[in-house]
């Protein structure tokens, strides 16, 4: 068994610097790159494009709301076509960064309140992932499995990835704990491993109240803006291989 690693990063803005994505990128084998909008600018972009092709780890965009005070957190009601702009001139910003440090954008993940949203609603699921589409038929949709993500990736037949969080809990619908409840957010590293693996074994979400939700596994993520992200992504990486399962792209 084969797993894909991928952490939420280049979410510094100017002098401000937000999680370790140099030691980040020596554990993972996906990094979702922000595009500018919630957090990031034009070096930030870069320089995080360029460690990713140094270190060989696949380079995805990460659009998300135009919220840098929120952190891209906090829900904005716009048009389905406001929607596919804001998609499609992120992906473009990142597809530009990515060639110009030598490599390519393989994959898309929606970021925080966006992606959540998309997780509910099917329209705003579509209005995003066909503007990616329309940009670059062959990326890599990257979205939580057994929502409405996973819904209309399948009735676009988009290249699709399923992924789950290992530091996040999931409700019994299989959307993610609200940040404002407790428990929401995991921070013991030793406790993600074996949680983690019990899901890949499972091929499962499994809830918090245990229930297992059957769905498909491409990728898993660990968060780059908590406190103890690398040690977390470092924990999770030596459970998984001392399990036997590898990590390697989706």
């Known amino acids: 068994m084969k797993i894909d690693l991928n952490s939420d990063m280049g ?3 100017g002098p401000w610097q937000m999680g370790d994505d140099a030691a980040l990128l020596k554990v993972i084998s996906s990094a979702n790159i922000a595009c500018g909008f919630h957090a990031g600018d034009p070096q930030v972009m870069a320089h ?15 659009p998300g709301f ?14 389905s076509e406001e929607l596919g702009n804001l998609v499609t001139y992120q992906l473009g910003a990142a597809q530009a960064m990515a060639r110009r440090a030598g490599g390519s954008v393989r994959h898309f993940k929606l970021h925080g309140a966006l992606s959540n949203m998309a997780c509910e609603v099917p329209a705003i699921a579509r209005a995003c992932y066909e503007a990616a589409l329309q940009v670059d038929p062959q990326i890599v949709l990257v979205g939580l499995p057994a929502t409405a993500m ?7 037949d988009a290249r699709w990835a399923g992924e789950i969080f290992a530091d996040r809990a999931y409700e ?12 929401a957010v995991l921070h013991d590293p030793a406790e993600i491993g074996p949680r983690i693996e019990a899901m890949l074994r499972a091929g499962a979400i499994i809830t918090e109240s245990g229930k297992q939700i059957p769905c498909r596994i491409d990728t898993v993520c660990v968060h780059g803006d908590t ?24």
């Open 11 to 13: 979410e510094g803005f």
């Open 172 to 183: 019994a619908d299989a959307s993610l704990v609200d940040r404002s409840k407790p428990g």
């Open 48 to 62: 995080t494009m360029r460690r990713a092709v140094e270190t060989g780890v696949g380079i995805g965009a990460h």
């Open 227 to 250: 406190a103890r992200a690398v040690d977390m992504a470092r924990a999770l990486r030596t459970h998984l291989e001392g399990a036997g399962i590898g990590i390697a792209q989706f």
């Open 150 to 156: 996973e819904a209309v990736a399948r009735e676009l």
């Open 66 to 79: 135009p919220d840098l005070h929120g952190f891209g957190r906090r829900r904005m009601t716009l048009s």
